[in-house]
């Protein structure tokens, strides 16, 4: 008997051993299988997951931010305990002592779905390899290829590196990937402004963020949280008084109202730090910049850049306002949702319309809901129905423009309005009707000598049309081309006083005879091209650049950046290539600095997430300024270190200064003078093209350079009213008083080599050191090089005929001037081709 139960329970155990070598030999086997090309769990080491990149102001503050998915990578020895502990409760509580996957919760979760429960046992590492390495399918296939990773990679890496890597990865809702980002967009806090019940909230979330939303589904997620509270109680994370005072608190969040959402802090996106974008994406790669995490110091001036807004809308405003027309915003809302204040309030929010103006006060979104004979009656956005200041603009609002109210608005029309106050203390008038302009233009404004842009405006409105036209519109630069020409000529041996006729010229071209006019339809004979410039004279500039050569001409606009291959057609000299006022404005800028190479940038410095400088402005090629003795530390206090140039130069100073005083005319006494009046000493050029299509201000002073232009997006006139010192003159005027006073100005630098010696400025005559009155200045001339005065240019094109003679400041007839020799002598009022020829004027 007893040899019978012997024999009886060693067959029980050979075949239970045999059993378990079986299940032993098959597990293997399937893991050996399944684990044979599995992809590599050792990238994870080096993995670096996308995340926002942000653009700071000068000033270290957020004012823009860019990503794929909204993530804020943060190290691990970053993220607080109480954030690691809230989700190790929630989804893994033994997650520090298992090797990657839990034995008893695999169990445990098959005699749950055996039952009709089905629950997920995947470990914090599991859920890592998952996301990573793996498909999200609920296979039996892959859940074995997870546990096999899951062991890899515990060997590999540290717990607190497999946690780093889960909490930046995890998606919790409302598109916040990652802890930091999670407590952002909930919160609106930092991870360690969280409190407990806050970050078991979070943890919370990664079951099924869409099953516990903060509002929609508020108290299953209340539920869930408080249930992570007493997980983490119960694994010694939190005290008993913490727990009960925890447990106890409301559900909170951005989305329920409680707190103000992060995104308010931010300013409206507008066209500067979209151009980084842009720019930035060219240079490192759009993924890349969308998903490295970049941390960028844009050189942005918020202050100024409100300023470029502002002044370039009010020139944009006025100019359609004087045209008449009523044009509205092209958005209507349809009928049936005019039928209750829920409803248009709705379908106002939905529509797409500029959000983002100011222009002496806010532009709010409104919606018409009745027409009458004498007033509208609207609905606007954020404004109560019962408010004081009523919901009606009256008939008298609208008499800028022809027709009545009923000819141009209907119900549901989506329009723009602002309040209309007093000047004086502010007191509301009434409700005022505005509409985005078509006319559109784009302002810039530099820092001279590094090239920092400050401001940058490209149209009316970025959330109307964000097409930035100070950076991708190719217009035609018309006379502010000119100072181009003019410097090619002065670093050809001529000077301010050199003599150009002024006289009609026909040009023989494949499209026929071109006779190129002044803007005033009238000739002034020989003139110094210092006038020539101020007055802006076409006829001169043509001449000029035939004398020197149009390759002259073309090789300096190329060597200054304002064109990449500049066409060799005389019409070129007078701006008709395309070009874009960033271009322009960055050419100037060396007008201004003394003639250096500056390339301008909207970037001081790009760093990626782990803080390493990958772009400096200054240590750019081309644009070197190198700190001698930054890292001295015996430097005085008070004292600053010395930055030297390193870079190219692109003009000869001497050229320089003549073009700026040249310029320093156009603001005093020329096309700009009766717009442009600043408290420094003030250089520029303005420019209208054929049929004033585009309008142009470019400018400086010893620090800032900025520039305006002023045109349809598709090119048409502008009316016999528009010019460039009348339109973008204003704008350039009063963003400058702004910069004048935070930047300041001064006079230009006189580099060595310039002798001064007076001129008359109407003749080209010299005058004695004495000489003074309005037609007395006093010219740089190279030194060592003795200006010779008297001979005059005409580029070659005959000149013949008699015409009257019209001093440059507009008078004409005959006037008595002072010669070289000291003599008196009487010119005008008829000049013919012989006495043009022979230059017996001068």
């Not at 941390?295 to 300023?307: C, G, S, Y």
């Not at 009656?377 to 609208?398: H, K, L, W, Y």
């Not at 006319?439 to 959330?463: E, P, W």
């Not at 502008?718 to 400058?736: H, Y």
């Amino acid at each position: 008997m007893t040899r019978f139960i012997f024999s009886f329970f060693g067959a029980i155990f050979s075949v239970l051993t045999l059993g378990a070598m079986m299940i032993a030999l098959t597990i293997g086997a399937v893991f050996w299988m399944y684990g044979r090309d599995l992809p590599s769990h050792e990238s994870l080491a080096q993995y670096t997951p996308p995340t926002i990149s942000r653009i700071y102001s000068t000033e270290g503050h957020v004012i823009d931010e860019f990503a794929q998915e909204r993530r804020l990578f943060t190290p691990a020895n970053e993220i607080p305990d109480l954030v690691k502990h809230a989700f190790i409760s929630a989804e893994d509580k033994s997650f520090y002592t298992h090797a990657g996957y839990d034995p008893r919760a695999i169990v445990s979760a098959a005699i749950d779905t055996a039952r009709g429960n089905t629950r997920g046992a995947s470990t914090i590492t599991q859920q890592v390899m998952k996301n990573f390495l793996l498909s999200g399918d609920r296979k039996a296939e892959r859940k074995i290829k997870e546990i096999i990773l899951a062991s890899r990679v515990e060997t590999a890496l540290s717990k607190e590196k497999i946690l780093e890597l889960y909490l930046n990865e995890i998606f919790l809702g409302q598109n916040a990937y990652g802890v930091t980002a999670a407590a952002q967009v909930y919160f609106n806090k930092t991870l360690s402004e969280l409190a407990p019940h806050e970050a078991a909230m979070l943890a919370s979330m990664p079951k099924a963020p869409s099953s516990f939303h903060p509002v929609r589904r508020k108290e299953r997620l209340l539920q869930r949280r408080d249930f992570v509270l007493e997980e983490m109680l119960e694994n010694g994370y939190l005290d008993q008084a913490t727990y009960e005072h925890e447990v106890a608190q409301p559900l909170k969040s951005v989305q329920n109202g409680d707190y103000a959402p992060y995104s308010e802090a931010l300013p409206p996106r507008d066209y500067f730090t979209d151009e980084i974008r842009r720019q930035l994406s060219s240079d490192f790669g759009e993924d890349q910049f969308f998903s490295g995490g970049y941390a960028v110091r844009a050189t942005l001036d918020p202050e100024m850049q409100v300023e470029a807004a502002k002044s370039l809308r009010i020139a944009l405003e006025q100019f359609d306002r004087g045209l008449g027309r009523w044009n509205g915003s092209g958005k209507t809302i349809p009928a049936e949702a005019l039928t209750s204040e829920e409803a248009w309030r709705e379908a106002l929010a939905n529509t797409r319309i500029a959000r983002d103006i100011d222009l002496e006060r806010p532009w709010l979104p409104a919606v018409v809901l009745e027409v009458r004979d004498q007033e509208l009656v609207v609905g606007i956005e954020g404004v109560e129905q019962g408010d004081p200041r009523g919901n009606s603009i009256p008939r008298a609002d609208t008499s800028w423009f022809s027709g009545n109210l009923f000819d141009n608005f209907k119900p549901g029309d989506v329009i723009h309005v602002r309040e209309m106050v007093e000047d004086g203390n502010g007191a509301f008038i009434r409700w005022t009707l505005r509409q985005v302009p078509k006319v559109q233009g784009g302002f810039m404004a530099m820092d001279v000598n590094t090239g920092r842009v400050i401001a940058m405006q490209g149209g009316f409105s970025y959330q109307h049309s964000v097409f930035n036209r100070a950076t991708q519109a190719l217009r035609q630069p018309g006379s502010s081309f000119k100072p181009f020409v003019y410097a090619s000529a002065l670093d050809s041996g001529y000077t301010p006083a050199t003599i150009v006729v002024d006289a009609p010229i026909e040009i023989d071209t494949p499209q026929g005879v071109w006779r190129p006019q002044n803007a005033s339809k009238q000739y002034y004979g020989p003139t110094p091209l210092r006038t020539g410039i101020e007055r802006s004279r076409n006829l001169m500039t043509i001449r000029l650049a035939q004398e020197v050569g149009m390759d002259t001409v073309a090789r300096y606009a190329e060597k200054f950046g304002v064109y990449d291959n500049m066409g060799r057609v005389l019409a070129n000299a007078l701006g008709s290539d395309e070009t874009t006022l960033f271009k322009m404005v960055a050419a100037y800028a060396m007008f201004a600095n003394g003639g250096e190479r500056v390339e301008p940038t909207l970037v001081d410095r790009v760093q990626d997430r782990y803080g390493n400088t990958i772009y400096s402005h200054d240590a750019a090629e081309g644009n070197k300024r190198v700190c001698v003795n930054c890292d001295d530390p015996s430097i005085q206090p008070g004292r600053s270190p010395r930055i030297v140039n390193d870079r190219e130069r692109v003009m000869d100073p001497v050229t320089a200064y003549q073009l700026t005083s040249m310029m320093r005319g156009v603001v005093e006494r020329g096309t700009a003078a009766g717009t442009v009046n600043l408290p420094v000493p003030t250089a520029g050029k303005t420019g209208t093209t054929n049929d004033a299509k585009d309008v142009w201000f470019v400018g400086f002073t010893s620090n800032i350079v900025a520039g305006c232009y002023i045109g349809y997006d598709t090119p048409r006139p502008m009316g016999n009213a528009a010019s460039g010192g009348g339109m973008c003159g204003p704008v350039f005027d009063r963003f400058m008083r702004k910069a004048v006073t935070k930047y300041g100005g001064g006079e230009f630098v006189v580099p060595p080599g310039c002798q001064f010696i007076n001129i008359d400025r109407f003749s080209g005559a010299r005058l004695s050191d004495g000489a003074s009155g309005d037609n007395v200045v006093s010219e740089c001339f190279r030194e060592g090089e003795e200006p010779i005065f008297g001979i005059q240019f005409d580029g070659g094109f005959a000149v013949s005929g008699s015409f009257d003679l019209i001093r440059p400041d507009g008078e004409s007839g005959a006037r008595e001037v002072t010669t070289s020799t000291g003599k008196k002598a009487v010119v005008g009022p008829k000049a013919g081709f012989g006495t043009l020829s022979s230059g017996g004027l001068y």
